[in-house]
């Protein structure tokens, strides 16, 4: 009886977890401008944090690009005692959904990660949403975790703006590094374990294909799979 209770209650909180059930035209990929100022970090495996609407399509995304060792969707900006998903979505709490992903710089840098970012993942030119979802908590930032990253992500940011690649203004921010706090396990490495979601086939399937086509040779095709 409790084992049936608690898989009922874990079916109904994955029906009811994370991102808006799809009800909008589909995303465009936008093919980026090469970044300018090209990352130099040095030797050893680095970490940094992307928040561009809903976790599942960012980590989806980054679990796919060659020289990414970890990806963890989580929420970034709030205090601890909100840092949870059914607190973040009724607003207020100041944290965005966001992946923090280890990478090797020798094998794929911030700057190419950046460029990943804005090409396939996420629109720079939404404030406060992404897709269906509307909120906050699904902005678009940048959390640089050291001075070359952030250097890196205000120069990228400045020549997207003038690329006239993009026809609205540039919104996406740059957010001073905060605490980050990893979400429910049911939400990692969600578009691996349920490929058939409608949510994953209708947004965020597509951009992973569009990192496949854009990034060759920076797409892995087996997705990388958190440790815990």
Request: hydrophobic residues 45%; aromatic residues 10%.
């Amino acid at each position: 009886m409790k084992r049936a209770l608690a898989l009922s209650l874990a079916a109904a909180a994955l029906s009811l977890s994370a991102c808006s059930s799809p009800a909008f035209a589909l995303e465009e990929p936008v093919n980026a401008p090469a970044p300018k100022r090209i990352a130099k970090e040095g030797a050893g495996l680095k970490t940094a944090i992307f928040a561009g609407g809903c976790f599942w399509g960012v980590e989806g995304v980054f679990s796919h690009v060659k020289g990414v060792k970890s990806a963890v969707s989580g929420f970034h900006g709030g205090a601890a005692g909100t840092a949870s998903y059914n607190r973040i979505v009724t607003g207020g709490t100041n944290h965005a959904e966001a992946v923090m992903i280890t990478y090797d710089p020798y094998v794929v840098r911030y700057d190419e990660l950046l460029r990943i970012f804005f090409s396939v993942v996420t629109d720079p030119t939404l404030k406060n949403r992404q897709g269906p979802d509307v909120g906050a908590h699904y902005r678009s930032a940048l959390v640089p975790m050291n001075a070359e990253q952030r250097a890196v992500a205000q120069a990228y940011l400045k020549q997207m703006g003038a690329s006239n690649v993009w026809k609205s203004p540039i919104v996406t921010r740059i957010e001073k590094h905060r605490k980050f706090y990893a979400a429910e396990q049911y939400h990692q490495d969600f578009m691996a374990k349920n490929p058939s979601h409608g949510y994953i086939v209708r947004w965020d399937a597509p951009k992973v294909r569009a990192l496949k086509v854009m990034f060759p040779s920076d797409y892995r095709a087996n997705f990388l799979r958190d440790a815990s």
